[in-house]
């Protein structure tokens, strides 16, 4: 009896995963893009901007440490970053005013986006749990 009850067991928790909504961010710094997968199926691409000369954006894998709706860069002079999910110290995935830079290196190393998607990407992590999300960036 405990043998049947071991592999019921064993099944339960090896299929566990598979009822889990995971997010994947893929940020390619060569291609300035993001693609976002949810359970393995790619729902978005979009264009990013990342860190230019001098402030580069630090490629490996990461979670989201914090999110916040609305911040602002203490150090760069206050600039908004709307929708910022944190990752890696003080860099964070964000909405850009600076729209027309996408697709290019323009950032202080944080990851940029237009502010719509910054908005959507946003919400899927707060709905789906940063413990869900892992960004890689890669180089």
Request: charged share 20%; with cysteine; proline share 4%.
């Amino acid at each position: 009896m405990s043998r049947r009850i071991l592999l019921a067991l064993f099944f339960l928790f090896a299929a566990a995963p598979a009822f889990a909504a995971d997010i994947l961010v893929v940020i390619d710094i060569k291609t300035q893009t993001m693609q976002v997968r949810v359970d393995g199926v790619t729902k978005y691409r979009w264009d990013v901007s990342t860190g230019r000369k001098g402030y580069s954006t630090p490629a490996g894998r990461y979670q989201p440490i914090r999110m916040h709706k609305k911040w602002y860069s203490r150090k760069y002079d206050n600039a908004p970053m709307p929708n910022a999910i944190f990752f890696h110290r003080g860099y964070a995935i964000h909405g850009t005013t600076e729209i027309k830079r996408l697709g290019r290196v323009a950032s202080h190393g944080c990851v940029r986006l237009h502010p719509d998607n910054a908005a959507t990407l946003f919400a899927l992590v707060k709905q789906m749990g940063t413990e869900n999300t892992v960004i890689r960036i890669k180089s």
